[in-house]
């Protein structure tokens, strides 16, 4: 499986929030690393065919996914970034309506909640409104209905944020055993996230690739007379080197 994304375009406005970006991706894990703004949140919207885009082309195993239509969204497990839920329902109606959605046969849907319910540490509360959620909470229920119907394309924006050191341990480890038939892509400004669990990295910056290759690459390309932040070079020196002023956050 080969998601290809060519010269792919997106503005709004006089702002260009994607700039020419190009890259295949594989089975794997891929971060997306990059401060807010770099347009982290603007890529995982176009794959997603959540924003259309302004040029170039994004192909699933050399056909366009615009003609591929319902037959790629089904493909699709998407964590947006914003908290978006329907917060007078039940975390379990919510799912069950988000599987009716992705076309997950009747029958299998009570076992598909339980499944992401007891993955994302919400089995207890299956049956309170999301309402009463924590805001760490409503981020497990984000990452859970993106997890329905165990999709082969896996989009997380931001998926650890609001969640203690403990969950975010958990669910990286999940993620990463995710990969395994799946593309995976996280998209972050937690460095520490990328760090634990991706194959491959990217460093966005105003729209466009200011670097990609595996952690250990990225760390070797660094200047060996830089002084590195602790005892040796980390993804941390990466990110602060290449992506100057911008700020990452733990």
Known sequence: MELKLTNVTKRYGKKTALDGFSYSFREGIYGVLGANGAGKSTLMNLITDNVRRDGGDIELDGTDVLKLGNGFRELLGFMPQQQGLYESMTAEAFLAYMARLKRIPSRKIM?????????????????????????????????????LGEPRILILDEPTAGL????????????????????????????????????????????????????SELIASLPQDRKPLLGAFSLEDVYLYYLGDEQSEE
Do not use: C
């Open 111 to 147: 076992g598909e909640i339980t499944r992401v319910l007891d993955l994302t540490n919400l089995s207890d509360v299956r049956h309170n409104k999301i309402y009463s959620f924590s805001g760490g909470m409503k981020q497990r229920i984000l990452l859970a209905q993106a997890m």
């Open 164 to 215: 203690d050191p403990k969950e975010r341990v958990r669910l990286r480890n999940y993620i990463r055993d995710l990969s395994k038939n799946r593309i995976v892509l996280l998209a972050t400004h937690i460095v520490s996230d990328i760090e634990a669990i991706a194959d491959d990295i990217i460093l966005m910056k105003e729209g466009r690739i200011a670097l990609s290759g595996s952690p």
